[in-house]
Nanobody, 121 residues
């Protein structure tokens, strides 16, 4: 499966952005999906994940209550709605596809190219 992330940009603190990740190739609904991010000078970290059906979601503590992951299997797309953005949310955001919705990067088999989110103070 090929993944294409989009929707990043520059936003002021307190603002919102919605990231999208469009999938092509093998059946999208057979994959759990995750979002990860990598800030400058830091390791990539887990942000959110969603199960194949969309019935369960998981979040990093740092984004819980502010970010929402969702998916539309008919459109082969997963979303990350980001509200109340903070400067510390600045990072390149990656979507990933795997067999289970987990925190571990190694569980994901396919990765998108990343989209940059910059939050100004």
């Amino acid at each position: 499966v090929q993944l294409q992330a989009s929707g990043g940009g520059l936003v002021q603190a307190g603002g919102s952005l919605r990231l999208s990740c469009a999938a092509s190739g093998r059946r999208f609904s057979s994959y759990a999906m995750g979002w990860f991010r990598q800030a400058p000078g830091k390791e990539r970290e887990f942000v959110a994940a969603i199960t194949r059906s969309g019935g369960s979601t998981y979040y990093a503590d740092s984004v819980k209550g502010r970010f929402t992951i969702s998916r539309d299997n008919a459109k082969n797309t997963v979303y990350l709605q980001m509200n109340s953005l903070k400067p510390e949310d600045t990072a390149v955001y990656y979507c990933a596809a795997g067999s289970v919705a987990v925190v571990r990067e190694m569980a994901y088999d396919y990765w998108g190219q990343g989209t940059l989110v910059t939050v100004s103070s």
